[in-house]
C-alpha cells in the first residue's frame, strides 16, 4: 500500500516570496492533517480536512496560509508571503477518519526561508 | 481544548535496558484515545502504541507498553530491552473523541539508546 506522498522534500525561498506545497494522502482516507513542525518541538496542528471540508483551522494564520483539498483526495498548502518564522517542517498525515484511526504521516516538506 | 505536556526534552538509555517516557494530559472528554508515536531522524512519523480511554488495560506492543492512569490523566511509554534502532523522538498524542477527531501533540521526548 503506497504511504503518504509529499513534494518537495526540500524548499528555500527568500522572505515575502510565495511557496506551495503538495500531499496525496493515502487512497480512501476521508481526512487529511496538515502540521507545521519547529525545529525541536512538536507538530501543531495547521488544517484538518474531512473529505474535501475544512473541520479545524482555528491555528491556521489566514493571512499568509491557504490550504484546499481538491475533490476529495490531494491537497495543497500555499504561503504567501513567506516569514522567516515559517521555517519548519510541514507535515502532511491522512486517516480514514473513524474514530481512533490512526493517521499515516508523509515525509515532510522541510521549508527554510531566508 | 487539548494540551499534551512531555516534561522530558531528551533521555538516554543504555541498550537491553528499560526506559519510561511520560506524559501528561488535559482534556474535558471523557471518551478519547492516546497515542504514542515515533519519529526517527529519517523524520516519518510512525505509530508506536495506542490506548482507548474507556479501556483499563493497558495496551501492549511487543517491547513498547503504557501506563495509563485515567484519573490522573497520565500516559507513560514503556520500552523494555531497548535497542539502538528506538533512538527517534518520541511523542504522545491525545486524539480527540469528539465529532472533529482532532490530534493534538506534545513536544516530544528525544530519546538516545547508547551501544
Known amino acids: 500500500e503506497a504511504g503518504v506522498a509529499q513534494s518537495p522534500r526540500y524548499k528555500i525561498i527568500e522572505k515575502r516570496q510565495s511557496v506551495a506545497f503538495w500531499c496525496n494522502p493515502i487512497?480512501?482516507?476521508?481526512?487529511l492533517y496538515w502540521y507545521q513542525q519547529i525545529l525541536g518541538q512538536g507538530p501543531k496542528l495547521l488544517i484538518q480536512?474531512?473529505?474535501?471540508?475544512?473541520?479545524?483551522d482555528s491555528q491556521l494564520p489566514k493571512d499568509r496560509f491557504s490550504a484546499e483539498r481538491l475533490k476529495g483526495v490531494d491537497s495543497t498548502l500555499k504561503i504567501q508571503p513567506a516569514k522567516l518564522e515559517d521555517s519548519a517542517v510541514y507535515l502532511c498525515?491522512?486517516?480514514?477518519?473513524?474514530?481512533?484511526?490512526?493517521?499515516?504521516f508523509g515525509q515532510g516538506t522541510r521549508l527554510t526561508v531566508v | 481544548a487539548q494540551t499534551v505536556t512531555q516534561s522530558q526534552p531528551e533521555m538516554s538509555v543504555q541498550e537491553a535496558e528499560t526506559v519510561t517516557l511520560s506524559c501528561t494530559y488535559d482534556?474535558?472528554?471523557?471518551?478519547?484515545?492516546l497515542f504514542w508515536y515515533k519519529q526517527p531522524p529519517s523524520r516519518q512519523m510512525i505509530l508506536v502504541i495506542r490506548?482507548?480511554?474507556?479501556?483499563?488495560q493497558n495496551a501492549t506492543e511487543n517491547r513498547f507498553s503504557v501506563n495509563f492512569q485515567k484519573a490522573a490523566k497520565s500516559f507513560s511509554l514503556k520500552i523494555s530491552d531497548s535497542q539502538l534502532g528506538d533512538t527517534a523522538m518520541y511523542f504522545c498524542a491525545h486524539y480527540s473523541g469528539g465529532s472533529n477527531y482532532k490530534l493534538t501533540f506534545g513536544k516530544g521526548t528525544l530519546l538516545t539508546v547508547n551501544p
Open positions: 487512497s480512501g482516507h476521508a481526512t
Open positions: 490506548q482507548e480511554a474507556y479501556k483499563q
Open positions: 498525515a491522512s486517516s480514514f477518519g473513524g474514530y481512533g484511526t490512526e493517521a499515516f
Open positions: 482534556t474535558s472528554e471523557n471518551n478519547y484515545y
Open positions: 480536512f474531512q473529505n474535501n471540508g475544512v473541520v479545524d
